[in-house]
């Protein structure tokens, strides 16, 4: 065993790791934010580029919302309860499954964002054939596998064990609201977002919705 296996021997570990605890006068500044998390599942992180291309929009918006668990932030675990939850990607893993269930459980709102967590996008081909075919073209049967080197599907406990099939998020939990595209327009998101800060109900016109 190395020397920094046994230093590590018999410790446990979680996504929950101590932090520094923040200081009182931002802590009160975000007391009466509204809390949002967002999270990628199984995609291409292309909603959460159109969330960033509100450019300059953002910095008002940013007044009144704390930003909790998210990809921009790295926070790995919702620490305190959210008014809404935004999630990209599909189901596509039981890790994503986990981190789902862990955003309907701390989320007041669940919103499904884009083609992936709506209805499976791009991910969901694969549920048309079986998954030890997948695996067989990606692995073992592989055009890019190495001439001489025996074929191996990765197996290890910290790899997340793939779902038999790709499945949009409202079939593993309840999800409130679905904004629809491939990606989205950032306009949609900036609407919903601004109606949420601003105590409307969600309303999106179809001049900003997109479905391709």
């Known amino acids: 065993m190395s020397h920094a296996a046994e230093a590590l021997a018999g410790q446990e570990f979680a996504h929950d790791l101590p932090t520094t605890p923040f200081d009182p006068a931002l802590a009160a500044g975000r007391a009466g934010k509204i809390k949002v998390a967002t999270i990628g599942l199984c995609g291409c992180w292309g909603c959460t580029l159109s969330l960033l291309d509100l450019d300059e929009r953002l910095l008002p918006l940013m007044s009144k919302i704390t930003l909790l668990r998210s990809s921009i932030t790295d926070i790995k675990r919702i620490n305190e309860r959210c008014v809404v939850g935004f999630v990209e990607g599909g189901v596509a893993n039981e890790e994503n499954i986990e981190t789902l269930e862990h955003f309907r459980e701390n989320c007041d709102v669940l919103i499904s964002v884009g083609a992936c967590a709506v209805w499976g996008g791009v991910p969901a081909m694969r549920n048309v054939v079986p998954l030890s075919e997948c695996l067989d073209l990606a692995y073992v049967n592989s055009l890019t596998s190495v001439p001489g080197v025996r074929p191996t599907i990765p197996l290890h406990p910290d ?54």
């Open 159 to 212: 790899i997340p064990r793939i779902t038999t099939k790709v499945y949009p998020c409202h079939e593993v939990v309840k999800m409130d609201y679905f904004i629809p595209g491939c990606p989205p327009d950032g306009d949609a998101i900036y609407k919903v977002l601004d109606d949420l800060v601003h105590g409307r109900p969600f309303d999106l016109p179809i001049s900003i919705n997109r479905y391709d």
